[in-house]
């Protein structure tokens, strides 16, 4: 019995396709993606049927072949697969979408990108009209007794079905490619294209073909003869690591995925291996690349699949956005990956696999840190960025990670912190319980602050980072009876405020004229002179801005909307140290000029040691020291 039949496709709209053609036109590549997408599918089902019986013919090659035709202008995705007959092309290629083929012209108007048409309305077989004006499908159905089958449609909703010539099991889908999409046509931009989404489909896929040198026999004298043949080209690798178990796999294998992947980048850290089935599906690797400091960081580096075709490198939303600057890759069927933004941040299995990472993550940092610690203190620069911007952003990251995240001090020691608590809670707490924890952010700059800190013992950490401002925030919105400051916020004694108010060896009237000298030698009304009683050996002046002050400056910085701050001139404070010998001897200096030389002389060392002296001021320095030698 022969096939003949004319119809037209079921949708109530007089032609969908120019719709589809033009709306979709931004990312029209993934047509290829949906047809051998179709193709693995199918290949699948077949041997799915074999494996149960319930197919006895055999299986044979089952490469999905893509191939061109640059004379007839055809591209055509050949697959082995399970086929269609004739009522099977009526019910699954003609019904279009019938799940929604009105909603979908209808909404057609509101989506934003050609996947999410495509995923919602099941148009995938469809989007092949976005590159071609003539599709055909010559397919035979592996049931017994099927006859070949081939339809042919315009683009227009008429179609064609006819007896097919196909004589082996399986679906050639034939794209005669339209004028525009001539870029289709040409086998770099289809290699492209295939490497980017078929990369590590579960059945090969061979395109084109290439030339391998092959031995031939000798020649007369004895050396051996090659020729050429022609060999199959398999793209993909068909069973890439994510899908395998953790425990069949070596550090090698991890590190070699890891260079397949990201050709030119440092070896990672160490890496995550996802696998979880229920209650949502999911495997994957994700690595934790070598970052330092550096502030150029690399979003979107985890790729996204499912059922190892590729989908995107978007994977907000599906991962925490503190561990977006991971690499690596998650694989799940069970993301929605076709729908809308808005929908994606409110499906519950998204929002489960985002606690499902974050979770994983804690306890594998966790278990780093308590099988090897020295290796975990040797990591912290890079691991601590991501750590801390965790902590910051999900209370549920802080509550496992303050347990693991690390506190380093100026002696490149690392304490929990607990342990640094524990360390410092006797020497600097303040006169009303207050636990102080004294920290610099330029180790150099505020040398001579950490020396007075440490001449009392104090410990001063080093945060450094870019992200440490937001994690002192929220290390005193944690930490109850803490405070942070910085340690040039003001001189030691006044940083942590004890009982016992540090003895002034000066007079009063002998304070005064010292701020009056101070203040005539400096002439600048930002900085602000005041008299402290420090150790004799501390130095005779120190330049100080409030911690509070200086908060708010670098968060109006930052665009913190704190800009009333951001306008204010920079204030400090001038705290010059009565009990130093140098400023008796400007007391004891009878001779007016000499003492606001001496004064000035000071006030400049002060910000040199600082790195505040700058410009015409630090030329003046420079040529009054001269004089003075
Ligand atoms: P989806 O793949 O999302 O179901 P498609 O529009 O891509 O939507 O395909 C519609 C149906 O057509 C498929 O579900 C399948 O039954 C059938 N089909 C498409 N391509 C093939 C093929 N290469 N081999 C066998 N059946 C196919």
Redesign the pocket.
Known sequence: MAIQEKGSISIHTENIFPIIKKFLYSDNEIFLR??V???V??TQKIKRLASLGQYKGELEDTTVEVSLNEEQKTLT?S?K????TAE?IKK??NQ??FSGATEFVEKFKDAKDANELIGKF?????SAFMVADQVEIQ?LSYQDDALPARWICDGSTEFEITQGSRTIR??D?ILHINKESEEFLDKHRIQQILDKYARFLPIPIKFGTKTESVEDGKDDEGKPKYKSIEADNIINNTNPIWTKAPADLKDEDYLGFYKELYPFTDDPLFWIHLNVDYPFNLTGILYFPQVKNDVDFQRNKIKLFSRQVFITEEVKDIVPEFLMLLHGVIDSPDIPLNVSRSFLQADSNVKKINNYITKKVADKLFDLFKKDRKAYEDKWQDIGLFVKYGMISEEKFYDKAKEFALLENTKNEHFTIEEYNEKIKENQTDKDDNLIILYTNDVLKQDSFIQSANKKDYDVLVFNSIIDNHFINQLEQKLEKTQLKRVDADIVDKLILKEEAPAHILTEDQVKSVKEVFEKAIQKGTMHVEVESLGPDDAPVHVTMDEFMRRMKDMAQLGGGMSFYGSMPDNYKVAVNGNHPLISRIIHTENAEEKTQLAKQAYDLALLSQGLLTGPELTDFVNRSYKMI
Do not use: C, K, P, V
């Open positions: 949906e047809l997408s179709n193709a599918d199918a995705i697959d697969g399970i086929g269609m099977e699954y290629i279009i979408a099941g148009l995938g077989f469809y397919t399986g679906t889908i």
